[in-house]
């Protein structure tokens, strides 16, 4: 789930971008992403499938007059893709940008620190801290698998799940 809602922030970003910052040139700059800075992964531990709560965190540089109509912007494109999902080139390019970025980190002393401290937390761990990087390892190379040959589940898109993730976390 986290890599969905990895791939539904980069795509409210690209979103936002075209329309506040190209469409309407009303911001300087927009992001927004996923922060699960006030979960606890902890608390669900026994079980492996549970999310962890997240918050979807937008952020835009704007001329303060322009407060009211950043806003609506950015909530109407929000509910566009939480009511309509993304399309399948938007999903296609979030992926390859997430695939980019995470052969770059995989390159850095950063990522593997986070990645080592965190795996301790992770509910999948038993003990075996190898055996618990190569199952998240496979769990992630899995869903990137599925959410490009778009079937997730049968009668699911990769955009589709997208879609869930977001309005899940909304």
Do not use: C
């Not at 079980?47 to 009211?68: E, F, M």
């Not at 801290?129 to 599925?146: G, N, P, V, W, Y």
């Amino acid at each position: 789930n986290n890599i969905s809602l990895d791939l539904a922030a980069s795509i409210v970003e690209t979103r936002l971008i075209d329309v506040l910052r190209f469409a309407h040139s009303k911001v300087y700059n927009v992001s927004a992403r996923i922060s699960f800075a006030a979960s606890d992964p902890i608390i669900n531990a026994d079980d492996p499938n549970t999310s962890l709560d997240g918050v979807l965190v937008v952020a835009a540089s704007h001329d303060p007059d322009d407060t009211t109509l950043v806003l609506d912007k950015i909530m109407a494109q929000i509910y566009e893709l939480r009511t309509q999902g993304p399309t399948t080139g938007e999903l296609e390019s979030a992926l390859n940008a997430l695939e980019n970025q995470l052969a770059e980190s995989l390159r850095t002393n950063r990522y593997w620190a986070d990645a080592i401290s965190r795996i301790f937390l992770n509910s999948r761990f038993k003990g075996n801290f190898a055996d618990t990087l190569a199952e998240s390892t496979r769990i992630k190379d899995d869903l990137f698998a599925a959410l490009k040959s778009n079937a997730i589940e049968p009668t699911k898109s990769g955009p589709s799940r997208i879609q869930d993730a977001l309005n899940a976390a909304l």
